[in-house]
């Protein structure tokens, strides 16, 4: 009875998160990640350096004694790097025990894209480097939103 119960509990909270996307900004473009893997988000710290790590790689930064890597979204989409300001944040997420932290420019809203508004990426979306996993239409806005399994993991493997 318990383990029904336990089941039942968390397939309501799946379905709380069930099409919500935490939406962020780089300069005047929008993207999504699924809040399903989004532990927190805070603004910017202190990061210490790490020699030999891709340009994307910032450094590391301690959070409540726990030491996570950062990444630069703008830098891992070969957009210039814009100094950090106060809207600056650090949207830190778990993808398979691997939790790192991604610096965005700002933190827009959580938003509710249902499946039905969300189109697969086009060949031409797909080309640059295949991190955008669909493009969710919101009113007359469009959303890219984010494999973040990929992102994160061709910058830690394979650079």
Do not use: H
Request: glycine content about 8%; overall charge negative.
């Amino acid at each position: 009875m318990e383990e029904a119960l336990l089941q039942d509990g968390i397939t309501e909270e799946e379905d709380t998160q069930k099409d919500l996307y935490l939406i962020f900004n780089l300069g005047e473009e929008a993207f999504g990640v699924d809040i399903k893997i989004v532990s927190e988000m805070i603004g910017i710290q202190p990061i210490a350096e790490l020699p030999e790590m891709p340009e994307c790689i910032r450094g590391i930064i301690n959070l409540r004694g726990k030491i996570i890597p950062v990444m630069d979204v703008r830098l891992r989409f070969k957009k210039p790097l814009k100094d950090y300001d106060w809207r600056t944040c650090i949207i830190v997420i778990d993808i398979d025990d691997l939790v790192i932290g991604l610096i965005v420019d700002s933190v827009d809203e959580v938003l509710k894209i249902p499946k039905d508004n969300i189109v697969l990426p086009t060949r031409i979306t797909q080309s640059g480097n295949g991190y955008i996993k669909g493009i969710g239409k919101s009113g007359e806005n469009v959303k890219m939103l984010i494999d973040c399994f990929k992102l994160v993991q061709e910058a830690i493997v394979v650079n």
